[in-house]
């Protein structure tokens, strides 16, 4: 998607204006605290905190969410869409859990940065530096936020070393932290030579900024106690002359991250960090899609599907297909041709995410989030149009980690665990296989958190008690090749093949040492671990 990134002063100001962007971190972090306050600033909500509050009244009291709660983990993501200053920001919010890293890779496909959290006393931890590694993959910019210096924390240059090291990415500082811990001021903010002081008397309030020419100004020496100067212009001095320059363009093309530092429970540092994502973040971008490409600038609208949530209201057996508008000017009511049916759908109650609330979305630009609740036609990766067949490209399904057999505690209800099953695969939740020979469905998921998450909402939303199982597999592979070739395959293997909810064809196995044979006896056949959603 961000082949060559950039920021083009042709596009329509509507879309040059948006930041679609999602928060990336280990949890605890401060991702929460963070989003909380993009909305306060964003003007979005009144105080900061509602957004859990809110999120929690709004939501079914089911055992699912009480897990979700009782964890300490967000299973659900969901799009924020808010606006600073002249900008209009889309958030999507990542599940932070590792056992749901699959939803986590496809949603990073819906936005073009990440702004990365870091816990200015921990430094790169291991989530972060998964789901940077993903960020990676697709070039994607990223801008750092160093957070919780209000306590204390590693000192600047080697948190800095440890991202350059660590993550083999070029960092520049954006601003620089005096003091540390209960010493903590405020930063310098380097790139518009202010002074940003932190009132920890009240943590909704926005720091006060002092303008300041350079580090030599006398107004520093009001403001700041001696040995903290001190420092501030040795380390300043030192960063400017080891550290890279921000190059707009690097951090656009994902090679370089500036780091702001605060403390997002202080609002310090906030109001920095979201100028810097409006100043140095991507606009909308071009989309990589088959046969070709979309701009966002396109008059016609297009949009694809990069996440599926059912039952987001208790009330409606609904589903809310999350579709990242990839061009054009969309407006409610308009009829799209949904691709891989070829059939028309008119798109008549959208929802934007607005904060605090869903509301009915009466119009999106290339860049936004908006959700299309349907009844099953829409699946992850399918693609919206005009008319034209195009079909977006790069949003993957990964071959699960682990195994499991699912059945339903009443054999009469076998049926109705099927229909169960197979919202969840379309909903991305899970993989279903089902096996050529025997009866039952075998469950794929990345993390066995996730068998536990199905079996409460299969329940809950179902009534079906269902049992998992272990699986006598542990790895599955997609076959391809000539029709054929692996309908022979499929024959002398039967034991080992299962159909995925798509039809496809699915090699199982227990050993790795099977997979090596296949391939080696089968050069005729690719045996893969990822497929291309559609
Ligand atoms: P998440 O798991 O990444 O969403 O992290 P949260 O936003 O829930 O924050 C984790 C914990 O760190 C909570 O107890 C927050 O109150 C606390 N926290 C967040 N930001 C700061 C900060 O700037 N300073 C301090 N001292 N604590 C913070």
Redesign the pocket.
């Known amino acids: 998607m961000l082949d060559n990134a950039q920021n083009r002063p042709d596009l329509p100001p509507e879309i040059a204006r948006r930041r679609t962007f999602a928060i990336i971190?280990?949890?605890?972090?401060?991702?929460?605290?963070?989003?909380?306050k993009f909305l306060l600033y964003g003007g979005a909500i009144q105080m900061a905190g509602q957004v859990r509050a809110k999120g929690e009244a709004r939501r079914t009291r089911s055992d699912f969410m009480q897990m979700e709660k009782d964890r300490?983990i967000?299973v659900s993501a969901s799009a924020m869409s808010f606006d600073f200053n002249s900008f209009r920001f889309n958030l999507v919010d990542t599940p932070?859990h590792s056992d749901f890293s699959e939803d986590t890779y496809r949603t990073l496909t819906a936005v073009d940065a990440a702004v990365m959290?870091i816990?200015g006393a921990k430094g790169v931890e291991s989530q972060t530096r998964k789901l940077f590694e993903v960020c990676r993959l697709r070039d994607l910019p990223i801008l750092t936020f160093c957070?919780?210096?209000?306590?204390e924390s590693r000192d600047t240059f080697e948190i800095i070393d440890e991202i350059q090291e660590n993550l083999a990415i070029d960092v520049t500082p954006a601003s620089w932290p005096i003091g540390v811990g209960r010493d903590f001021l405020g930063c310098y903010d380097l790139i518009n030579d202010r002074l940003e002081l932190m009132d920890r008397a009240d943590r909704n309030v926005v720091a006060e900024s002092v303008s300041i020419q350079g580090l030599d100004d006398p107004k520093l020496d009001e403001l700041i106690p001696d040995h903290l100067l001190e420092q501030l212009r040795e380390e300043v001095e030192m960063a400017r002359e080891l550290l890279p320059k921000l190059d707009p363009q690097a951090v656009l093309e994902g090679h370089m991250t500036p780091i702001w530092f605060?403390?997002?429970?202080?609002s310090?540092g906030v109001r920095e960090l979201m100028d810097g994502i409006a100043n140095y973040g991507p606009q909308p971008q071009i989309q990589n899609a088959e046969p070709r490409q979309i701009a966002p600038e396109e008059k016609k609208v297009s949009g694809f599907v990069f996440k599926v949530q059912a039952n987001m209201d208790a009330k409606h057996r609904d589903r809310v297909a999350f579709v990242r508008m990839a061009s054009g000017h969309f407006k409610r009511g308009m009829k799209l041709t949904h691709v891989r049916s070829k059939k028309p759908m008119a798109i008549s109650n959208p929802v934007m995410f607005l904060a605090s609330d869903r509301e009915l979305a009466e119009e999106a630009w290339a860049g936004d989030i908006i959700g299309i609740p349907n009844h099953g036609q829409l699946r992850i990766g399918d693609t919206l149009t005009e008319g034209e067949a195009l079909r977006v490209t790069g949003i993957p399904s990964f071959a699960p980690e682990l195994l499991q057999t699912c059945r339903a505690g009443d054999p009469m209800k076998a049926k109705h665990l099927e229909k169960a099953l197979m919202q969840f695969a379309e909903e991305g939740a899970a993989k279903v296989f089902k096996p050529m020979m025997g009866s039952g469905f075998i469950v794929g998921v990345v993390g066995a958190l996730q068998f536990e998450v199905l079996a409460s909402r299969i329940e809950l939303e179902y009534g079906l008690p269902v049992r998992f199982e272990q699986s006598q597999f542990t790895s599955a592979r997609w076959v391809t090749g000539a029709k054929a070739d692996v309908d022979k395959f499929t024959d002398t293997n039967k034991q080992h093949i299962s159909y995925d909810n798509d039809g496809d064809v699915v090699y199982m196995t227990r050993l790795q040492w099977d997979i090596d044979r296949v391939e080696r006896d089968h050069p005729e056949l690719t045996l893969s671990a990822t497929k291309e959603m559609q």
Do not use: Q, Y
Request: overall charge negative; cysteine-free.
């Open positions: 971190s280990h949890p605890d972090a401060g991702k929460t605290t963070l989003t909380e300490g967000s932070g959290v816990d957070n919780k210096m209000d306590r605060g403390s997002a429970i202080n310090f």
